[in-house]
């Protein structure tokens, strides 16, 4: 069996920790034999949830009403085993899309009245937040309670942090951190017995080939990305 693993990035920067941090989890299944998808959440349009529950409780439901890409990413994590959602930390909280994909994600929770069961159910999920102050436990306390009580499941060690203003990537424990967290979700997922769920000398080399793979990558999206930002920055500084 191919494990496949989702890697959501909740930030509006492809180039930023947030992104750094998920790309070396993302490696750690890789290297494991998993196959991966890294989707950016910014280049959806999600709406916010308009609580049909509350209406109706048999409204809530798979796709949702709403006309959106919601729906590609419903149906991404209905095809994967599990996915980690990497975020940066907005006042102690998730992103915005973030917080309206979870939000959204009621729609498969609440197929427990329509079919028995929540279609999160065994989904197998980690967390990376990212701030430059303070808040990442707090963000991931608050994704992990949304997600464990929608049934996902949640294995020992997924999730990593960083709350500093320097590059994530030479912050080795950081980042060691990260590669565990692909390294359990692709673990729980593959269903075998786990003697050790956190590795730290065994696969230092592996973590370190991933840092220069997500340097390159990093500064590939920063080259494409940033011209487009600072256009968009330099016009508002114009008004």
């Not at 308009?50 to 590609?72: F, Q």
């Not at 917080?99 to 729609?107: E, F, I, W, Y």
């Not at 050790?196 to 390159?216: D, T």
Request: hydrophobic fraction near 40%.
């Amino acid at each position: 069996m191919v494990v496949r693993i989702l890697g959501i990035n909740g930030s509006p920067r492809k180039y930023g920790n947030t992104f750094k941090m998920l790309y070396v989890a993302l490696s750690a299944v890789r290297d494991l034999g998993g196959e991966v998808k890294l989707i950016h959440l910014y280049d959806y349009n999600i709406k916010p949830c308009i609580g049909c529950v509350s209406d109706n409780i048999l409204a809530c439901r798979y796709p949702c009403v709403i006309e959106d890409d919601m729906k590609k990413i419903y149906d991404m994590i209905l095809e994967c085993d599990g996915f980690i959602v990497a975020t940066p930390v907005y006042w102690y909280s998730p992103s915005t899309l973030v917080k309206s994909m979870l939000d959204r994600l009621t729609a498969f929770e609440n197929m427990i009245y329509i079919d028995g069961r929540s279609w999160l159910e065994g989904k197998v999920c980690g967390i990376i937040a990212v701030g430059n102050d303070s808040g990442t436990i707090q963000t991931i306390s608050l994704m992990y309670s949304v997600l464990n009580s929608m049934g996902a499941l949640i294995p020992p060690w997924a999730l990593a942090y960083y709350h500093d203003k320097g590059d994530v990537l030479d912050d080795f424990n950081r980042i060691m951190d990260a590669y565990n967290v692909g390294r359990t979700i692709y673990l729980a997922c593959n269903g075998e017995k786990v003697d050790k769920w956190y590795l730290y000398e065994e696969v230092k080399e592996l973590v370190e080939k991933a840092v220069a793979r997500a340097r390159i990558e990093a500064e590939r999206n920063y080259k494409s990305q940033f011209k487009e930002r600072k256009k968009e920055i330099g016009k508002l500084l114009e008004k």
